[in-house]
């Protein structure tokens, strides 16, 4: 029997969690001597009441979104790849090169070569730490690790000397072909009467990010490879036995891994800075694994966390805009909720479960 | 009268839905063996777990010699002067014997007092009960008996008046157990109480003064060995007659489906686990592997099921089989019309996370038959599913279930239905009841019996030799990777085989001068 409902992992659990978290970021907040009501309020109002707020709100999930489902599918197979932040950086290389050498006629062309591009750049940054851990059992989350910081210094390199346009100042390429610049939902939503989203950056990748969602639940659940990476990920001793190839499983699932990381960058370098700069990852590779541990490495889970986090990313840029809240404690407020989510899990879980088999007890 | 040594009253002790204990009252007379057998899960190892101060019981008392003890840990055990030997010794393997036993009771800090100390008392407790171990060797260079006494050591050096034995013979050869059961007699003629758990009937019967029978976590009943019969036992612990002999008619031995020539293995770490062995198995006939684990048996296995490397010939119905590279995975064997039933099932044989249904096809996911264009035929799978949990008695019969939450028992037959029931030439069966309750174990040995009439060719691995005797149509015995020699189950004995699984091939001592088929058997190997 299992210890408790489905909906009480799946739901209550992150929601104590979470109201664990708010409770204790209400403390720092008070001890600084804001309202924390006040502050909430504030958050809400700013990522959630207006059609920016989402538009921005949105923009930051579907970097989660994609960020997690890498981690959630890596985990699926015990690899825990934290070198997200690398792979998207990678795969905005790949979407550069897709959007500056070939002449694309129309977005929705540019916006399929650009995916493979980031996905082949993100697969390929994930590949050498996937062949290492495979063949020689070097550890996945120290190389993928230490790949982050290679594939920060490449791309520093790589904007300095062969992508900066000359006479330019600052690290970074040239601006993309109108043609490959993808509508915002600015643009897909708005009439003339009512404009929607208002100058925010969320745009078509959204629906690239929801999709991928989807396809991720039909890998993981669904197909013969989600499969053998479950069983790899739960036994390796079992995975041999069933004829199922350590070193293909652990290469494989960091290669799709690495796949979606890169695609971030779609949305970031294509579809918001419309150029290749230093830095456009800004910690999502990151933000993923906490994702993925809320969402339970679940597709669905992911994406609400993901939209969590795009609340407290959005939220917490208001706060800094509007209050003295400083913004290194929105740091600290996002940190609570990852330690609570994430962590701590098992804190909250244990009283929980010992309630449920209290309650079936007296029901039997 | 004297007060028992060790008096329970009403242990009650629950984990979570599961009554693991239910108010279990039990009374052991100071300077005697009292067995205590039940099936896996009867809740043995928990009462156990409770007397050592591991868990605390919901409810219950606890009387040491007469006076109520209180035990919250370990330490409060030893001191009411009760020793444990798990099954699994918690010995620090690159220390010394001496610093084994005085490791958590040395005083002061430095070691030469208390190594001077225990020296000291070892070689008296040495004499005293003939427990003979070199105080300098290093645990992991002494046999599993060996080390098997330290632990015993380990519990007489901190004053142990009560000693627990938790399944102690499963990993001994029969004559280390034999040296078992007389160092347990000598401490019992010292006056020592002994209480021996374990689910092997003759063991009660051979050594035992009382024996208490575990069910469901219940006590079923506390009888007098000397007044009861194995027969009687196992019907206490299942709750129901139990044929405790295989029923099997003589073996029908056709071509040969397996051959092996000169197989060798060498382990991750280098060492040869098997050094060159030559089988055949027939179709229609079971052949017994008999030996004490960590001989060369599980690699054995692992070569033949494809998930080891190993150089050597083996061929299956004629044709050579790759032992290295690719061909040399699962996926191949079971195209080569190999199953195989590992010796883990927990590890191997299914993945505990995945439910029912999901292992039901587990090796064989890649089946066509079973996928839907790019996805698995889940509903079909499903469906499947729910028939041979059925045909194969698995209980509960929910394949949505997740694999853990099955007992033993319960899912060794959810691997067997599976590797049964793709009709194999060839069934590779590794430990089939291990941690198996005995109302399964019929069941398992009578579909291993079932599928050796259909014409298929058996290859058994167990360590417990009982099993090899009843279920073999031959019997090999290995040792240190290498086949000592092969033996027919009607026309030999435990103890011959015993000194085989020991390493010594010259038996015609124990080939029972009373059993001239056993003699003559010799003289044809």
Redesign the interface.
Known sequence: MDKMPKWADIVLIPLISLLLAAFFSALVILAIGENPIEALKLMIDGALMRSAGWGYTLYYATNFLFTGLAVSVAFHARLFNIGGEGQAMIGGLGVALVCLYIPWPHWSLAILGASVGAACFGALWALIPAYFQAKRGSHIVITTIMFNFIAAALLNYVLVELLRPVGAMDPASAKFPAATHLPSFQDMFSTAETPMFRGAPANVTFFLAMAACVLVWVLIWRTRLGYEIRAFGQSETGAKYAGISPVKITVVAMLISGALAGMMSVNTTMGETERLILNSTEGAGFIGIAVALMGRNHPFGVFLAAILFGFLYQGGAELALWTSIPRELIVVIQALVILFTGALDNMVREPVEKIFIAMRRRNT | MTAPAIELKGISKAF??VQANKDISISVQPGTIHGIIGENGAGKSTLMSILYGFYKADAGEIFIKGQKTLIPDSQAAIKAGIGMVFQHFKLVETFTVLENIILGAEDGAMLTTSLGKARKELKHLAEEYGLNVDPDAVIENLSVGHQQRVEILKALYRKAEILILDEPTGVLTPDEADQLFRILDRLREEGKTIVLITHKLREIMDTTDTVSVMRRGEMTATVKTANTSPEELAELMVGRKVLLRVDKVAANPQETVLNIRDLRVVDEKGVERVKGIDLHVRAGEILGIAGVAGNGQTELLEVL???AHGTGVIEVNGAEIPLTGHGA??????AAGIS?V?E?RQ????????SAW?NTV??Y??DPAI?NG???D?AGIQAEAQEKMDRFDVRPPNPKL?AK?FSGGNQQKIVLAREIERNPDLLLIGQPTRGVDIGAIEFIHQQIVKLRDQGKAILLVSVELEEIMSLSDRVAVMFDGHIMGERDPAQTNERELGLLMAGITDTSAVADAGDGAAEEALNDG
């Open positions: 979570g839905p099921g494809g998930f995975d699962g996926q191949a064997r079971r195989h590992p883990d590890r191997e044989g299914l993945i505990m996370e995945f999901e587990f090796g996911h890649r996928q790019p996805v698995m889940n997740a939450n």
